[in-house]
C-alpha cells in the first residue's frame, strides 16, 4: 500500500519530517561513503560573512545554487569536499561589534580596548556561523558542516602572508601617497573593487556652489569655478581651463566657458590657452595653509563642457584626479582632514568640524567675503561607505598597494580559459582586469588579517612569511601572542634583516578579499609538507571547526575548483581576489567553470531593504512557503536578469508542484485500490505490452532526463525547471487525462508506465527539490534504495524523437482546437459535427479519434481548411520603404484579396515578392466556423448545431451534475449509486451511457437524486 496523500502538500511539515528522516538514518553520510573514492568534482565554497544572526533569502539563493550541482554530481557518483567557509574578519564584522557597544569612532574603540574588542568580535562569528548553519541546514543544504573554514585562522593568516612575502620577492609590493576615497566614519580607504559593490552609489543632493576667485593679473575680473563639496575649497591650489576651449568675460569681469552659457553676452572672448598663468586669489587664503599657496590657472586638456563652468577647482588633497595633477603641473598638496574626516588645527576656525560641517559655515563665508556667485542644491550618485553608509571623501594617505601590471597579460590570458555562465560575466572580468588600478591592500582597521610588513628605519622593509619565521625573527612579546591578530602580533616587534635592529609591525590589516582569496590555497594544503589533522583549527578558529590542514598532494587533487559560484557582483570581489591571487601564487586559474548570477529584489522589482519592511528572512520564508518553494523560485531563475523573489511567485509555484502532486495522488488513489504494487527491480515498463500512449510516455520520460541532464551539466537549473515542467504537463494534462478510465481497472500497462515516469521525474528534480522528492520517493519506492537521493543518476538514452514529435504535434492541434472552440464562444461540453486540420504531417492522422475525444467532435478530418479566408495586410514599415510608390497598388490588391500564397509564409502580389515579416497575416472563419490558427498548422471547428449535437450537449451537462452530486454526498471514488433523472428522453437514448460515466447500477425516471447501491 502507498500512504494516501492529502489535497495539497503542507511543504514546511513533510520538510521537516525528511530532515530527521535525514538525520536518523545519515542518508548525506552513506552518499559520501558510497562515492567515496570515486571521480573528483571539485566545488570551492566562497565563505559568507558571518556577521549576521539568521540567514537571509539572499544567501539562501546562492546556498541553493551550491547545494543543487553538489547534489547533481553525488547522483552521479563524484567524490566532493562539501567544506562550508564563514568569512570572520573586516569591516562588516567591527562595524556590528561598534554598534553593540555604542562606540562611534576609532578613538573610542582603543579606549575600549583592543583585546576585548577583539574577543567581541569573535563572538560575532561564532554566534552567527551558528545560525547560519542552521539556517543552511533548513534550506537542505548538504556540507560537511563542522569541518567549516574560518578565514581568520591562524593558518588561513599564514597563507596570506606566504603570498604576501612572494608578492613583495616579486617587486610588486610598494606603499603608494595617494588621494583615495576614503570613509571618515571607519577612518579607512577603500579599494577600487570595494567601491564596485552593490548598494556603494547612491543618489544623494549636495550643495552646488558657484565660486569666483579674483584675478591678480586682471583687476576686476574672475575665474569661476563650480564644485558640489564646499569642503575642499580651503584645499584649492589651481583653476584648470581646457587650453582649446573658448572662454568669456562677462560685463561683470566673470570668465567662463561660452558653450556652457550660450545665452550670456561676453564683452571680450578667449582661448582658454590665453588664461593660462593667471594668478588669483584664493577663498580662504586667510587661513594659514591656502596663504602659502600661489594659486594660478592652469590648462588640462581633461576639462569637460557638459556641467559647471568650464574652469574645473583643483584640489590635489582631495581627489583622484587632482592628485595625479599635482604630479603634473607640480602643485603644492593641501590635506585638510584627519583620518576621522575633521578639518585639522592650522585651519583656523574650520578646526574639528566634519566635512558635512563644515559645508554650511564655507558657504556663509563665502557669501560675506563676496566669492560665492550663486549656491543651490545638486542630486547626483554619490560613493558611500559599504558598510557604514556614510558618504565616502577623498583624502590623502599612504597605502599599500600590490602593483598588477605585470600580472596582467596573464590575467587576462587565464580568463579567457574560463568557462563563464553566462557568457557575458567572463566579459565582465575581462573588462575589469584590462582596467583595474593596483590593489589598495591596506586597512586602518583593528579586526583583521595582519599586513606582516616591519618597514626599517635603515630603509629595508621586512615581510613576515610565516608564523615560524615570525618566532625565529622575533625580538619579544612571543608568549603572550594568542591568535595572529591585533592587539598581540602588534607587540612582537622583530630583527631586521638588514641591520639587525628590532622594528615594528605597520599598525595596518589588510583587505578582507586576501582572506577570501587564499582559500584554494589554504584549505587543500598547497605546498603543506604533512598532513595535519585539525590543523586548520587554529587562532581564532580552534574549538569552531574540526577542518583538516590537508597536504599538498590533497591540493593537486582538488586545485583548481571545477566550478564555483556567485553572484555577479564578486566578479570584482571573490572572483577575483582568488584569482588574482592563484595566478600570482601558480600562474593558473583557480577555477574551471563560474555560474554568476544577477541582483535579487522583491517581488515588484525594488531593492529589499529592512527600513522599507519588504525583506523576507529565510525563517519566514521556510514557515510561510517552504524550502522546496524557495528553491524552486531560485533555480527557476535566469542567471541573466533580476530575481524578483516573494510570496506571490512562491503562491504560482505551489499552484504548479500541485499539478504534480496530483499526478501522484492519482496513482496512488488507484493504486491502493487496484492493489497496485510495483517493484524496483521492474522499474522500466517496456517489457509489458504497451500502448502506443504508454509508449509514448516512455519515451517523453527519457527526454526529461535527458533534458535535465543537459540543464545540469551546463549549470543552468531554469532550463532543468522548464524542462520538469513541461514534463508535468504532458503527464498530467495528455497521459492521465487520455488513460484516465484504465486506471478504474488493473489496466497493468498503465499503473507500471505512470508510476515509472513519476518515479524517474523524481529522481531529476531531487536536487532542485529535495524534500518533496525524497517525501514522494519514500511512498512511491517501497522495496527501492531508502532515499531518491542515494538512488543513482538514471543515465540519459536518447529518446524516440518522432514519436515524440508526433504527439506535440497532436497536442498543438487539440490546443489550437481548444482556442477556436474559446472563440467561438460555444461550452466545452457542447459536442460539434466536425474538425478540419490543415498543415498536419501524416503522423498526425492516426491521431485523430483522440484529438475528436479531446476536442468533442465527431469527425476529424486532415486536409486544406476551406473554411477559413486569409487575410494579408502590409506591414508599413517594412513595405512602405521597400515597395516606394508600389505600396499603394499593392496594398489594394491585398485587400480585394488579389495574392498568390507561396511556400515559407510568403506572398506574391502582382509580380513581388512579400517576406513573411513585411505582411501581416489573419485567418479568419467564415460563416459557420471557428478557426485557429500557429506556425504553418491550422484547424476549423464546424460550430453548426443540429438537435442530436443539442441533445448530447444536454447529456453531458447531466452527467457532470450527478457527479458533482456524487462528491458532494460524499461518496468514495469507486462506489456504485443507484441515480433517478428527470430526464426521460435522455435516459432512453442514453442509458448505459450513463451509469457508466456516473458508476450507476439503475438508472430510473424521477426528480433528480442518488443514493449509494
Ligand atoms: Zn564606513
Ligand atoms: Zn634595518
Known amino acids: 500500500m502507498f500512504a494516501p496523500l492529502p489535497d495539497k502538500p503542507d511543504h514546511p511539515a513533510l520538510e521537516l519530517e525528511i530532515l530527521e528522516a535525514w538525520e536518523r538514518e545519515g542518508t548525506f553520510a552513506q552518499l559520501r561513503e558510497r562515492n567515496r573514492g570515486g571521480p573528483k568534482w571539485s566545488f570551492v565554497d566562497g565563505p559568507v560573512t558571518a556577521n549576521r544572526f539568521s540567514l537571509g533569502v539572499h544567501t539562501a539563493w546562492g546556498r541553493t545554487l551550491k547545494d543543487v550541482f553538489q547534489r547533481y554530481h553525488a547522483l552521479r557518483g563524484f567524490d566532493q569536499r562539501y567544506q562550508n567557509g564563514f568569512d570572520c574578519q573586516g569591516l562588516w564584522i567591527e562595524v556590528g561589534v561598534e554598534r553593540s557597544l555604542g562606540l562611534n569612532s576609532k578613538r573610542e574603540i582603543e579606549a575600549f580596548g583592543l583585546e576585548e574588542f577583539a574577543r567581541r568580535c569573535r563572538d560575532v562569528v561564532v554566534r552567527s556561523s551558528d545560525a547560519l548553519t542552521r539556517g543552511s541546514i533548513r534550506l537542505g543544504q548538504w556540507m560537511d558542516w563542522g569541518n567549516d573554514y574560518f578565514t581568520f585562522s591562524d593558518t588561513n593568516i599564514e597563507y596570506i602572508w606566504k603570498f604576501l612575502k612572494l608578492v613583495h620577492g616579486r617587486g610588486w609590493l610598494y606603499m603608494g601617497h595617494r588621494s583615495t576615497e576614503w570613509c571618515p566614519r571607519c577612518g579607512t580607504s577603500l579599494s577600487q573593487h570595494e567601491l564596485s559593490q552593490s548598494g556603494v552609489y547612491q543618489e544623494r543632493a549636495d550643495p552646488s556652489l558657484y565660486v569666483r576667485f579674483p584675478l591678480l593679473d586682471r583687476p576686476g575680473e574672475s575665474v569661476v569655478v563650480w564644485t558640489t563639496t564646499p569642503w575642499t575649497l580651503p584645499a584649492n591650489v589651481a583653476a584648470a581651463v581646457h587650453p582649446d576651449a573658448e572662454y568669456g568675460r562677462r560685463e561683470n569681469g566673470e570668465w567662463v566657458a561660452v558653450s556652457l552659457f550660450p545665452d550670456d553676452t561676453f564683452v571680450e572672448r578667449l582661448p582658454g590657452r590665453e588664461l593660462v598663468g593667471l594668478r588669483y586669489r584664493g577663498a580662504f587664503d586667510d587661513l594659514e595653509p591656502g596663504s602659502r599657496v600661489e594659486h594660478r590657472v592652469i590648462a588640462w586638456e581633461d576639462v569637460t563642457m557638459d556641467q559647471g563652468t568650464g574652469v574645473v577647482h583643483i584640489a590635489p588633497g582631495c581627489g583622484g584626479e587632482d592628485f595625479e595633477l599635482s604630479k603634473v603641473e607640480d602643485l603644492p598638496v593641501l590635506t585638510p582632514v584627519d583620518e576621522s574626516g575633521r578639518f585639522y588645527d592650522d585651519y583656523g576656525w574650520l578646526h574639528g568640524l566634519s566635512t558635512t560641517e563644515a559645508a554650511d559655515q564655507i558657504i556663509g563665508r563665502l557669501a560675506e567675503t563676496g566669492f560665492l556667485v550663486e549656491s543651490g542644491l545638486y542630486t547626483h550618485s554619490y560613493p558611500h561607505c559599504w558598510r557604514c553608509d556614510t558618504p565616502l571623501i577623498f583624502r590623502l594617505s599612504d597605502d599599500w598597494f600590490i602593483s598588477v601590471d605585470e600580472l596582467r597579460p596573464t590575467l587576462l590570458e587565464e580568463n579567457a580559459r574560463v568557462h563563464w555562465v553566462p557568457e557575458y560575466m567572463g566579459k565582465r572580468m575581462d573588462d575589469w582586469l584590462r582596467n583595474m588600478g593596483d590593489w589598495n591592500i591596506s586597512r586602518r582597521r583593528y579586526y583583521g588579517l595582519p599586513l606582516p610588513f616591519y618597514p626599517c628605519a635603515c630603509g629595508h622593509l621586512n615581510v613576515i612569511g610565516s608564523k615560524r619565521e615570525l618566532a625565529e625573527r622575533s625580538v619579544s612579546g612571543l608568549e603572550q601572542l594568542e591568535e595572529l591578530r591585533r592587539p598581540w602580533i602588534d607587540r612582537v616587534p622583530i630583527r631586521c634583516e638588514a641591520c639587525g635592529e628590532p622594528v615594528e609591525r605597520i599598525p595596518e590589516v589588510g583587505?578582507?578579499?586576501?582572506?577570501?582569496?587564499?582559500?584554494?590555497?589554504?584549505?587543500?594544503?598547497?605546498?603543506?609538507?604533512?598532513?595535519?589533522?585539525?590543523?586548520?583549527?587554529?587562532?581564532?578558529?580552534?574549538?569552531?571547526?574540526?577542518?583538516?590542514?590537508?597536504?599538498?598532494?590533497?591540493?593537486?587533487?582538488?586545485?583548481?575548483?571545477?566550478?564555483?559560484?556567485?553572484?555577479?557582483?564578486?566578479?570584482?570581489?571573490?572572483?577575483?581576489?582568488?584569482?588574482?591571487?592563484?595566478?600570482?601564487?601558480?600562474?593558473?586559474?583557480?577555477?574551471?567553470?563560474?555560474?554568476?548570477?544577477?541582483?535579487?529584489?522583491?517581488?515588484?522589482?525594488?531593492?529589499?531593504?529592512?527600513?522599507?519592511?519588504?525583506?523576507?528572512?529565510?525563517?519566514?520564508?521556510?514557515?510561510?512557503?517552504?524550502?522546496?518553494?524557495?528553491?524552486?523560485?531560485?533555480?527557476?531563475?535566469?542567471?541573466?536578469?533580476?530575481?524578483?523573489?516573494?510570496?506571490?511567485?512562491?503562491?504560482?509555484?505551489?499552484?504548479?508542484?500541485?499539478?504534480?502532486?496530483?499526478?501522484?495522488?492519482?496513482?496512488?488513489?488507484?493504486?491502493?485500490?487496484?492493489?497496485?504494487?510495483?517493484?524496483?527491480?521492474?522499474?522500466?515498463?517496456?517489457?509489458?505490452?504497451?500502448?502506443?500512449?504508454?509508449?509514448?510516455?516512455?519515451?517523453?520520460?527519457?527526454?526529461?532526463?535527458?533534458?535535465?541532464?543537459?540543464?545540469?551539466?551546463?549549470?543552468?537549473?531554469?532550463?532543468?525547471?522548464?524542462?520538469?515542467?513541461?514534463?508535468?504537463?504532458?503527464?498530467?494534462?495528455?497521459?492521465?487525462?487520455?488513460?484516465?478510465?484504465?486506471?478504474?481497472?488493473?489496466?497493468?500497462?498503465?499503473?507500471?508506465?505512470?508510476?515509472?515516469?513519476?518515479?524517474?521525474?523524481?529522481?531529476?528534480?531531487?536536487?532542485?527539490?529535495?524534500?518533496?522528492?525524497?517525501?514522494?520517493?519514500?511512498?512511491?519506492?517501497?522495496?527501492?534504495?531508502?532515499?531518491?537521493?542515494?538512488?543513482?543518476?538514471?543515465?540519459?538514452?536518447?529518446?524516440?524523437?518522432?514519436?515524440?514529435?508526433?504527439?506535440?504535434?497532436?497536442?498543438?492541434?487539440?490546443?489550437?482546437?481548444?482556442?477556436?472552440?474559446?472563440?467561438?464562444?460555444?461550452?466545452?461540453?457542447?459536442?460539434?459535427?466536425?474538425?478540419?486540420?490543415?498543415?498536419?504531417?501524416?503522423?498526425?492522422?492516426?491521431?485523430?479519434?483522440?484529438?475528436?475525444?479531446?476536442?468533442?467532435?465527431?469527425?476529424?478530418?486532415?486536409?486544406?481548411?476551406?473554411?477559413?479566408?486569409?487575410?494579408?495586410?502590409?506591414?508599413?514599415?517594412?513595405?512602405?520603404?521597400?515597395?516606394?510608390?508600389?505600396?499603394?497598388?499593392?496594398?489594394?490588391?491585398?485587400?480585394?484579396?488579389?495574392?498568390?500564397?507561396?511556400?515559407?509564409?510568403?506572398?506574391?502580389?502582382?509580380?513581388?515578392?512579400?517576406?513573411?515579416?513585411?505582411?501581416?497575416?489573419?485567418?479568419?472563419?467564415?460563416?459557420?466556423?471557428?478557426?485557429?490558427?500557429?506556425?504553418?498548422?491550422?484547424?476549423?471547428?464546424?460550430?453548426?448545431?443540429?438537435?442530436?449535437?443539442?441533445?448530447?450537449?444536454?447529456?453531458?451537462?447531466?452527467?457532470?451534475?450527478?457527479?458533482?452530486?456524487?462528491?458532494?454526498?460524499?461518496?468514495?471514488?469507486?462506489?456504485?449509486?443507484?441515480?433517478?433523472?428527470?430526464?426521460?428522453?435522455?435516459?432512453?437514448?442514453?442509458?448505459?451511457?450513463?451509469?457508466?460515466?456516473?458508476?450507476?447500477?439503475?438508472?430510473?425516471?424521477?426528480?433528480?437524486?442518488?443514493?449509494?447501491?
Open 511 to 1013: 583587505d578582507v578579499w586576501l582572506d577570501a582569496g587564499i582559500v584554494p590555497f589554504s584549505t587543500l594544503g598547497w605546498e603543506n609538507e604533512a598532513w595535519v589533522e585539525e590543523g586548520y583549527a587554529t587562532g581564532a578558529a580552534r574549538g569552531l571547526t574540526k577542518a583538516d590542514l590537508p597536504d599538498h598532494a590533497y591540493w593537486e587533487t582538488w586545485f583548481p575548483a571545477d566550478w564555483v559560484s556567485e553572484m555577479r557582483e564578486q566578479i570584482r570581489l571573490w572572483f577575483y581576489s582568488q584569482f588574482f591571487m592563484s595566478v600570482a601564487l601558480v600562474g593558473r586559474s583557480p577555477y574551471r567553470r563560474v555560474l554568476a548570477y544577477e541582483k535579487m529584489l522583491d517581488e515588484t522589482g525594488r531593492e529589499m531593504h529592512a527600513s522599507w519592511g519588504n525583506t523576507i528572512p529565510a525563517e519566514e520564508a521556510f514557515a510561510q512557503m517552504g524550502a522546496d518553494v524557495m528553491r524552486w523560485q531560485y533555480c527557476a531563475q535566469p542567471p541573466d536578469r533580476n530575481l524578483l523573489f516573494g510570496y506571490g511567485p512562491a503562491h504560482e509555484i505551489k499552484r504548479r508542484l500541485l499539478t504534480f502532486w496530483n499526478s501522484a495522488r492519482f496513482l496512488i488513489d488507484y493504486g491502493n485500490i487496484e492493489g497496485f504494487a510495483p517493484s524496483w527491480s521492474d522499474l522500466d515498463p517496456s517489457g509489458l505490452d504497451l500502448r502506443p500512449l504508454d509508449r509514448w510516455l516512455v519515451e517523453r520520460t527519457k527526454q526529461l532526463l535527458a533534458d535535465v541532464t543537459e540543464a545540469y551539466e551546463a549549470t543552468l537549473t531554469v532550463d532543468a525547471v522548464r524542462a520538469f515542467e513541461g514534463f508535468v504537463d504532458d503527464v498530467s494534462n495528455w497521459y492521465i487525462r487520455r488513460s484516465r478510465r484504465r486506471f478504474y481497472s488493473f489496466d497493468e500497462a498503465a499503473f507500471r508506465t505512470l508510476w515509472f515516469a513519476l518515479v524517474q521525474s523524481l529522481r531529476a528534480i531531487s536536487p532542485i527539490m529535495p524534500f518533496l522528492a525524497d517525501h514522494l520517493w519514500r511512498n512511491l519506492v517501497q522495496d527501492g534504495p531508502s532515499s531518491v537521493h542515494l538512488a543513482p543518476w538514471p543515465e540519459a538514452e536518447r529518446p524516440d524523437g518522432s514519436l515524440l514529435a508526433e504527439i506535440a504535434e497532436v497536442r498543438r492541434v487539440v490546443e489550437l482546437g481548444r482556442q477556436a472552440r474559446s472563440s467561438s464562444q460555444l461550452k466545452l461540453r457542447q459536442p460539434l459535427r466536425r474538425l478540419v486540420v490543415a498543415g498536419a504531417s501524416a503522423d498526425a492522422h492516426g491521431h485523430a479519434g483522440e484529438i475528436a475525444d479531446e476536442l468533442r467532435v465527431k469527425e476529424v478530418a486532415f486536409g486544406d481548411v476551406e473554411a477559413s479566408e486569409l487575410r494579408v495586410k502590409p506591414n508599413l514599415p517594412l513595405l512602405g520603404p521597400k515597395l516606394g510608390a508600389a505600396l499603394r497598388d499593392v496594398r489594394e490588391r491585398l485587400a480585394r484579396g488579389e495574392f498568390e500564397e507561396l511556400d515559407g509564409g510568403r506572398f506574391a502580389v502582382d509580380g513581388h515578392v512579400l517576406e513573411p515579416d513585411e505582411v501581416l497575416v489573419e485567418r479568419v472563419g467564415r460563416e459557420g466556423w471557428a478557426v485557429a490558427s500557429e506556425a504553418g498548422l491550422t484547424v476549423a471547428l464546424d460550430t453548426a448545431l443540429d438537435d442530436e449535437l443539442l441533445l448530447e450537449a444536454r447529456l453531458l451537462d447531466r452527467i457532470h451534475e450527478v457527479n458533482v452530486l456524487r462528491k458532494e454526498s460524499g461518496l468514495a471514488i469507486t462506489d456504485r449509486i443507484r441515480l433517478w433523472l428527470p430526464d426521460v428522453d435522455l435516459i432512453e437514448r442514453y442509458r448505459d451511457r450513463i451509469a457508466q460515466e456516473t458508476l450507476a447500477v439503475a438508472v430510473e425516471h424521477g426528480d433528480l437524486r442518488l443514493e449509494q447501491a
